[in-house]
């Protein structure tokens, strides 16, 4: 095995048994190609890079060969590889592609190793998508903005640039990959299903600059909200204070005590009702019966009380809102055994469907780690065991979980 190819599937199996062909254009976002190259393949995928001879110029043959472990193709030959790829991968990605580049494969024209491969590709049916380059006035002239669409009526996946500093940048080549995961998912949801998630933590003044909160990362909600925008949800988080930010693609509500994430839920559940809901946010247990409204100075108050109030719970908000809606739900104890754990995650199955709970007192559990350890139980009162897995796996057993039960109904 080519030792490149020692990161495949580090992050992911989705993309196992994927072969993707990258087809690399002569705009200088071909710098990048390597970062998406290998992003692809830390999902699973098998990629092959083809590149065109102004390419060539910016990127090496040598330096894809390295990142993907597979020899680079850069001219058409005998061995026909335009045919035997274009038949055998399940997508083709041009990233960068140039103008000159969607101007030829929206006119059919098949003059190097990329065009022809589009084509071939197309003519099989096989999915093709391209991630723009170029200076902003090329993509805003008339020929190619009407090329684009050109392309999109054949079907063709366009990944729209960001326009900034008068240049339409190639797309970043984290979003590209979730795009290519979203086109291949194994495991799509279906058409329409909206999944909504709540992550980070909720915090409740005790003056204008001191809080009361709970411990939350995030990071669970992050990769719930990522894994179910790659199966092609129409996916919403709802974000309190956290330790991570999610992409600018994921649609993001930001909330910040629990007044202000009641309010945004049951506006949610009221108007938009999603098919899943993940109740991942930690939201604060107490708040002050009165808040007090200056800082309080420490040298002149060495010492202070404060009365605290239980906040009202917002997960029985869900069913009572939006009874269809699956919901999941989340508990977090610390240094308890398995039974008392299982007990605690019963006791949440009267406003859930789903439950996953954690003792936080193990290391590979505590917050803002990568990975977690507990029990996954649900209405049917099926225990599933989780050890020191990453929480981005947890993710996907949880959805997959969840869009069981949102078939069976």
Same mark, same amino acid.
């Given at each position: 095995?080519?030792?490149?190819?020692?990161?495949?599937?580090?992050?992911?199996?989705?993309?196992?048994?994927?072969?993707?062909?990258?087809?690399?254009?002569?705009?200088?976002?071909?710098?990048?190609?390597?970062?998406?190259?290998?992003?692809?393949?830390?999902?699973?995928?098998?990629?092959?890079?083809?590149?065109?001879?102004?390419?060539?110029?910016?990127?090496?043959?040598?330096?894809?060969?390295?990142?993907?472990?597979?020899?680079?193709?850069?001219?058409?030959?005998?061995?026909?590889?335009?045919?035997?790829?274009?038949?055998?991968?399940?997508?083709?990605?041009?990233?960068?592609?140039?103008?000159?580049?969607?101007?030829?494969?929206?006119?059919?024209?098949?003059?190097?190793?990329?065009?022809?491969?589009?084509?071939?590709?197309?003519?099989?049916?096989?999915?093709?998508?391209?991630?723009?380059?170029?200076?902003?006035?090329?993509?805003?002239?008339?020929?190619?903005?009407?090329?684009?669409?050109?392309?999109?009526?054949?079907?063709?996946?366009?990944?729209?640039?960001?326009?900034?500093?008068?240049?339409?940048?190639?797309?970043?080549?984290?979003?590209?990959?979730?795009?290519?995961?979203?086109?291949?998912?194994? !495991?799509?949801?279906?058409?329409?299903?909206?999944?909504?998630?709540?992550?980070?933590?909720?915090?409740?003044?005790?003056?204008?600059?001191?809080?009361?909160?709970?411990?939350?990362?995030?990071?669970?909600?992050?990769?719930?909200?990522?894994?179910?925008?790659?199966?092609?949800?129409?996916?919403?988080?709802?974000?309190?204070?956290?330790?991570?930010?999610?992409?600018?693609?994921?649609?993001?509500?930001?909330?910040?005590?629990?007044?202000?994430?009641?309010?945004?839920?049951?506006?949610?559940?009221?108007?938009?009702?999603?098919?899943?809901?993940?109740?991942?946010?930690?939201?604060?247990?107490?708040?002050?019966?009165? !808040?007090?409204?200056?800082?309080?100075?420490?040298?002149?108050?060495?010492?202070?009380?404060?009365?605290?109030?239980?906040?009202?719970?917002?997960?029985?908000?869900?069913?009572?809102?939006?009874?269809?809606?699956?919901?999941?739900?989340?508990?977090?104890?610390?240094?308890?055994?398995?039974?008392?754990?299982?007990?605690?995650?019963?006791?949440?199955?009267?406003?859930?469907?789903?439950?996953?709970?954690?003792?936080?007192?193990?290391?590979?559990?505590?917050?803002?780690?990568?990975?977690?350890?507990?029990?996954?139980?649900?209405?049917?009162?099926?225990?599933?065991?989780?050890?020191?897995?990453?929480?981005?796996?947890?993710?996907?057993?949880?959805?997959?979980?969840?869009?069981?039960?949102?078939?069976?109904?």
């Amino acid at each position: 095995m080519h030792p490149s190819k020692e990161i495949v599937g580090s992050l992911s199996d989705v993309l196992k048994g994927r072969r993707v062909a990258l087809c690399v254009t002569g705009s200088v976002s071909a710098y990048l190609s390597p970062a998406i190259a290998r992003e692809l393949m830390r999902h699973g995928a098998e990629v092959t890079a083809f590149l065109t001879r102004d390419a060539c110029r910016l990127v090496t043959p040598t330096l894809l060969q390295w990142a993907t472990g597979n020899p680079a193709i850069t001219d058409m030959t005998g061995e026909l590889e335009h045919v035997r790829y274009g038949r055998e991968v399940d997508l083709v990605l041009v990233a960068p592609a140039t103008a000159n580049t969607l101007a030829k494969i929206a006119s059919g024209i098949a003059d190097n190793v990329v065009t022809a491969l589009a084509l071939t590709a197309m003519g099989y049916g096989k999915i093709v998508a391209v991630a723009p380059a170029m200076h902003e006035p090329m993509w805003m002239a008339e020929q190619t903005r009407r090329n684009v669409e050109t392309l999109r009526r054949m079907g063709v996946v366009v990944l729209e640039p960001s326009v900034v500093e008068q240049k339409a940048k190639l797309a970043e080549p984290a979003y590209i990959a979730d795009q290519v995961l979203r086109l291949l998912h194994p !495991k799509k949801l279906p058409e329409g299903v909206k999944v909504l998630v709540s992550a980070g933590a909720t915090v409740e003044y005790l003056d204008p600059i001191r809080v009361v909160t709970n411990q939350s990362s995030g990071r669970m909600g992050l990769e719930i909200a990522l894994e179910s925008y790659r199966r092609g949800a129409e996916t919403t988080l709802i974000l309190g204070h956290a330790s991570v930010e999610p992409p600018s693609y994921i649609k993001k509500v930001s909330v910040n005590d629990s007044e202000s994430l009641r309010e945004t839920i049951t506006r949610i559940l009221k108007t938009t009702p999603p098919d899943i809901y993940f109740s991942a946010i930690a939201v604060a247990d107490y708040k002050p019966v009165a !808040k007090i409204e200056n800082k309080v100075d420490t040298a002149l108050q060495p010492r202070i009380s404060i009365q605290l109030s239980a906040v009202d719970k917002v997960l029985p908000l869900a069913k009572s809102l939006s009874p269809s809606t699956v919901v999941v739900a989340f508990k977090a104890e610390y240094r308890v055994d398995d039974k008392k754990l299982l007990d605690k995650a019963r006791r949440l199955l009267a406003y859930s469907d789903i439950v996953y709970a954690s003792d936080v007192s193990r290391p590979e559990a505590w917050f803002g780690s990568e990975t977690t350890s507990g029990i996954i139980i649900d209405r049917n009162d099926g225990v599933v065991q989780v050890v020191n897995r990453r929480k981005s796996e947890v993710a996907a057993m949880l959805l997959d979980k969840a869009a069981s039960m949102l078939s069976g109904r």
